[in-house]
C-alpha cells in the first residue's frame, strides 16, 4: 500500500500519516529525515547533499528522488509506505512515478486533505495565542506571515498535482477541517474506495 499525503501547510498531514502507520503497519517517510539519515548514514547521496543542507539550500529533485527511491527500496518499506511532502512539484511526480513504473511500482492512493486558508490561518493565530496566554513556547513558524508564504508555495508548487493524479483516478478528497478522528476515519474509508 503506497500513500500519498497531499493539503496545504496546517492541513494535519502528519497527524494522519501517524495514524496510517499505526493502521497499516507501513513506514511514514519525510523526504528531510530521509535527506538527514543519508547524511548521518554517509552515504553516496548523503555526501552529495550534505553541504547544500548545511548551507540551507534546496536539495535538487533528482536527489530528492533517489533518496526516496533508495529509503523505499528498504525491507520495512516493502509492504508500502505514507509519504508526506513528497511529491513536492509536478516535476518531482512525473520523475517519481517513471521511477517507479520501472521497478513495477505504483502510488495505489493519494489522499489529498482539503482545508480552507482562512481556516487555517485562523488557526494556527489561535493555536500561538493559547500558547502565549498558557505562558508556553510559541512555534516560529506560527504566525500569519510565514503559513501565509508556505500556503502560497503549496498552491503554487503543490497543488497542481491533485488534478494530476485525479486523473490517474487514485485520489480521493477528505475534509481536513473534521474532528482528527473523523478525518481519520475518513481517511482509511477512503483508502478502502481506491482498492475496489
Known amino acids: 500500500m503506497r500513500i ?13 500519516a501517524k495514524r496510517l502507520v499505526e493502521e497499516y503497519g507501513i513506514p511514514h517517510l519525510s523526504t528531510g529525515d530521509m535527506l538527514r539519515a543519508a547524511v ?4 553516496g547521496i548523503g555526501r552529495k547533499v550534505k553541504d ?7 536539495v535538487p529533485d533528482q536527489l530528492v528522488i533517489a533518496t526516496v527511491i533508495e529509503r523505499i527500496s528498504q525491507a520495512d518499506a516493502g509492504r508500502g509506505f505514507v509519504l508526506d511532502g513528497f511529491p513536492r512539484t509536478m516535476a518531482q511526480a512525473v520523475s517519481f512515478d517513471k521511477l517507479l513504473d520501472a521497478e513495477g511500482l505504483a502510488i495505489d492512493h493519494v489522499v489529498e486533505l482539503k482545508a480552507d ?7 494556527i493565530e489561535a493555536r500561538a495565542q493559547e500558547a502565549r496566554e498558557q505562558g508556553g513556547a ?8 510565514t503559513l501565509k508564504i508556505r500556503i502560497d508555495a503549496y498552491n503554487e508548487q503543490t497543488a497542481p498535482l491533485v488534478d494530476y493524479y ?3 483516478n487514485i485520489l480521493r478528497t ?4 473534521q474532528p482528527v478522528e473523523a478525518v481519520a476515519c475518513d481517511v482509511v474509508s477512503a483508502i478502502g474506495q481506491g482498492d475496489r
Do not use: C, F, W, Y
Open 138 to 145: 510559541v512555534r516560529a513558524d506560527d504566525n500569519h506571515e
Open 174 to 177: 477528505v475534509d481536513g477541517l
Open 117 to 123: 486558508e482562512t481556516v487555517l490561518l485562523n488557526r
Open 40 to 43: 548521518d548514514a554517509d552515504t
Open 166 to 168: 485525479r486523473s490517474r
Open 52 to 58: 547544500i543542507m548545511m548551507n540551507g539550500g534546496l
Open 4 to 16: 500519498v499525503l497531499l493539503g496545504p501547510p496546517g492541513a494535519g498531514k502528519g497527524t494522519q
